[in-house]
């Protein structure tokens, strides 16, 4: 079965330090999405991409973040700054269209000390 | 905020049906009704999702109202696998929206 795949699976940095996480979503998915879930908290939206632009962002996105797909395959996100409250699981989800299923990967921890 | 209201735990015994409840009393019309369940820290596992009619697949059924303000997820015949917190989500695009969900106990 096909599926989303994150590296790494977790993350330490220091704070202030720039950093990218790295998905490969689903092959012939066309939305790319992420998502981050602080401990204990709720999964919460950070952007949605389509044909290489942003569709939709939340208000946690910032100048802070930014979403690239270099290549065919990969979808990555970068936090250029990292503070301690970017600690966080990082999901990644991809659709093959835009009201069916999203198919998410099983996250990145990220630990800003 | 999310918009939907469910309880926030269940239990149910393995083998039976677990039905779990979602409120979702001001759902737009072109806000489609989605379930995911997350199991421990795991990403987010899509199971179904509806619009307007009652929808079924290989690991659950979605009844939805007529009037579309509420809708329940039945899982047939549940598993310890099933364990986890079930989310009800409406939206209209796959831009998600979690709430706190339903946490989902199977007892043996």
């Known amino acids: 079965e096909p599926e989303v795949t994150q590296t790494p699976s977790h993350q330490v940095t220091q704070m202030g330090q720039e950093v990218i996480l790295r998905c490969v979503p689903i092959s012939n998915h066309l939305y790319f999405y992420w998502y981050r879930q602080i401990l204990g908290q709720k999964v919460e939206f950070l952007v949605s991409?389509?044909?290489?632009?942003?569709?939709?962002k939340s208000e946690i996105f910032d100048d802070q973040f930014s979403v690239e797909r270099p290549d065919g395959s990969n979808f990555t996100l970068k936090i250029r700054s990292t503070k301690l409250e970017d600690s966080a699981m990082y999901f990644c989800a991809s659709s093959e269209v835009l009201t069916d299923e999203a198919f998410f990967g099983q996250g990145t921890r990220l630990t800003v000390v | 905020d999310a918009k939907t209201t469910q309880p926030p735990s269940m239990d149910c015994a393995e083998g039976r049906a677990a039905n779990l409840p979602c409120n979702h009393s001001t759902i737009s019309g072109n806000e489609y009704v989605y379930w995911y369940r997350q199991i421990h820290s795991q990403g987010p596992q899509y199971i179904i999702h509806g619009l307007k009619n009652n929808e079924t697949n290989e690991m659950a059924s979605l009844i939805i109202t007529e009037d579309r303000k509420s809708s329940t997820l039945i899982l047939p015949h549940a598993t310890l696998r099933d364990t986890a917190v079930y989310y009800c989500?409406?939206?209209?695009?796959?831009?998600?929206?979690f709430g706190t969900g339903t946490r989902l106990t199977i007892i043996p």
């Open positions: 991409f389509y044909n290489n632009e942003i569709s939709e």
């Open positions: 989500i409406v939206s209209p695009l796959l831009e998600l929206t």
